[in-house]
């Protein structure tokens, strides 16, 4: 198949929705609502696993107020304790009977909250659950106006459906106890572990590949020229499957995608999630077809199959081992886009998203260090702006809202590498975006071709620091993540500064940021010639 359009098109427009390896926010800092004394709590999750007639129902999550005592972080630590209904229910006033250190269920509304968890410490109650009139939480603080805030029991919101549910249990005569504990994300999930391996693995294939590419095109062009031959031509089937970023593309790239990113964050919704999910499983195709086309072609059995074409309408010329491969990646990507929510459906999602990125990383260069400063500049004052400026014209930030798909009944866009996280209470993905990966890879394989067409070893050349920058840059982004308590955090902040600094600052120690800055078109036979740096 020609990969060129379709991959290209979608990766142009998508490549630049860059996350951050983030599973959800636990602990909330907000500035925001009221703090102060004795309301200056953090806004956390809370576990309510119910058990109804002793025996053990659904778990419930809330979140805890800005004011009252703190919860356990650990089940075994936290009492199981009887659920009584609030008479009255909205428990503005005093209830008609007295608790014996139950948790007791209110419902929102006609006073504040720290009014109805006051009333429910005087009744002798443990805790407080009070329901939200919607079906998501809601962040409970206190009014500008009270005094009253030094409460010494726990207050909880649920949301509606949850709390309708436990009130139709006690409706119903049955016995109901309840739990409140809120855990602590670990530190460090190994899942961030195996992501970072699988992006700085991602990246050290794909430039490997690249590079390789670049010089067996190299030495073909250099063959012909030590013939005499005129017909250098001979190569263009294999050098135009190159596709060469220039300064003004790389510009126009980073608006592209702002401008959709904004579509994204505005027409947001079940339908347009679908729209993104076929766009995915077509690139997944191309990605993972040439990726098993490539690989299969080194094994002599499959040469002949590789190297046999056919026409095809609308496609043109197609080896027959291509078409052999490519019922199986359209099965595997509509398999995926079936079962795309069940728990492991992460894999073949990262399947494919890894096959896309080494198959962009091998098919799109930059072909010197200006374009590629220029585009990394662009893609970081792009992410900054998306995740953090753009709060001030949006009220939320539009790059978190479109990579959690708050608003869509998913997931999150398919456009991520995602991993489970493995030792984790609350669940949830570690999860990283395709331009946090192919962005700075861009660089990374640049650097490479770079060494090995100017037949620079890994100490005198510019892909190894560059490689370790990366790796770097990414794991500083993950030590900012978790001193951010779990806030989404634009990789590109971290990645940029790091790869291109590094690349910046060797070439001009070194001496050659003038001829990796914008090198004029050498022939092969010249780039083939030993480094005069080494």
């Not at 198949?1 to 379709?6: K, L, T, V």
């Not at 800092?29 to 009221?34: G, K, L, Q, T």
């Not at 999910?277 to 590789?306: D, K, M, N, P, Y």
Request: glycine share 8%.
């Amino acid at each position: 198949m020609g990969i060129h359009g379709p991959l290209f098109m979608i990766v142009a427009v998508l490549a630049l929705t860059p996350w951050f390896a983030s599973a959800g926010d636990i602990v909330h800092h907000d500035d925001v609502a009221p703090k102060r004394p004795g309301c200056d709590n953090n806004f956390v999750l809370v576990k309510v696993p119910a058990w109804v007639d002793g025996v053990e129902d659904i778990e419930y999550v809330g979140v805890g107020a800005r004011f009252g005592l703190t919860l356990e972080s650990k089940e075994k630590h936290a009492n199981k304790t009887r659920l009584v209904l609030a008479d009255p229910p909205d428990l503005c006033r005093p209830p008609k009977y007295k608790l014996n250190r139950d948790v007791i269920l209110v419902h929102r509304g006609n006073c504040s909250f720290t009014t109805k968890s006051n009333i429910a410490e005087e009744a002798n109650a443990s805790a407080i659950l009070i329901i939200n009139n919607r079906t998501e939480l809601f962040k409970m603080v206190c009014e500008a106006n009270e005094t009253d805030v030094s409460i010494g029991i726990p207050a909880v919101m649920l949301p509606q459906d949850a709390g309708a549910s436990l009130e139709n249990y006690i409706k119903n005569s049955s016995t109901v106890s309840v739990q409140l504990y809120s855990p602590q994300r670990p530190l460090v999930d190994v899942a961030e572990v195996f992501l970072w391996l699988m992006a700085v693995g991602t990246i050290l294939g794909a430039s490997y590949w690249s590079a390789w590419s670049a010089r067996e095109v190299a030495i073909e062009q250099d063959k012909l020229l030590k013939d005499g031959s005129d017909d250098i031509m001979q190569t263009e089937g294999v050098t135009s499957s190159v596709v060469n970023i220039n300064t003004t593309s790389a510009i126009l790239f980073v608006v592209i995608a702002s401008c959709f990113l904004v579509m994204l964050y505005k027409l947001m919704s079940l339908w347009f999630m679908d729209v993104l999910v076929v766009l995915f499983c077509i690139g997944g195709i191309e990605g993972l077809q040439t990726c098993l086309v490539a690989l299969l072609s080194c094994f002599r059995c499959f040469q002949h199959a590789g190297e046999s074409f056919i026409k095809v309408p609308f496609f043109g010329a197609v080896s027959f081992l291509t078409l052999a491969v490519s019922p199986f990646c359209v099965a595997f990507a509509v398999v995926w886009a079936v079962y795309r929510r069940v728990s492991f459906a992460w894999i073949g999602q990262d399947i494919l998203g890894i096959a896309l990125i080494v198959t962009v990383l091998q098919i799109v260069h930059i072909p010197n260090l200006k374009v590629g400063t220029v585009l990394l500049s662009c893609a970081f004052l792009y992410d900054i702006f998306w995740v953090f400026v753009s709060k001030l014209w949006f009220k939320e930030s539009v790059m978190i809202v479109v990579a959690r798909g708050d608003r869509s009944g998913e997931d999150g866009i398919p456009m991520l590498l995602k991993i489970p996280r493995m030792f984790d209470p609350w669940g949830g993905y570690s999860i990283i975006g395709f331009g946090d990966i192919i962005l700075p890879g861009l660089l990374v394989a640049f650097a490479l071709r770079y060494d090995w067409l100017t037949k620079k070893n890994l100490r005198a050349g510019y892909f190894l620091w560059a490689m370790t920058a990366y790796g770097l840059g990414l794991l500083i982004t993950y030590i900012a993540l978790n001193m951010m308590d779990g806030h989404g955090q634009p990789a590109l902040l971290y990645i940029v500064p790091f790869t291109l600094g590094t690349f910046l600052t060797l070439g001009k120690k070194r001496g050659d940021l003038k001829a990796l800055w914008a090198p004029e078109r050498l022939c092969p036979h010249v780039q083939f010639q030993p480094s005069q740096s080494q």
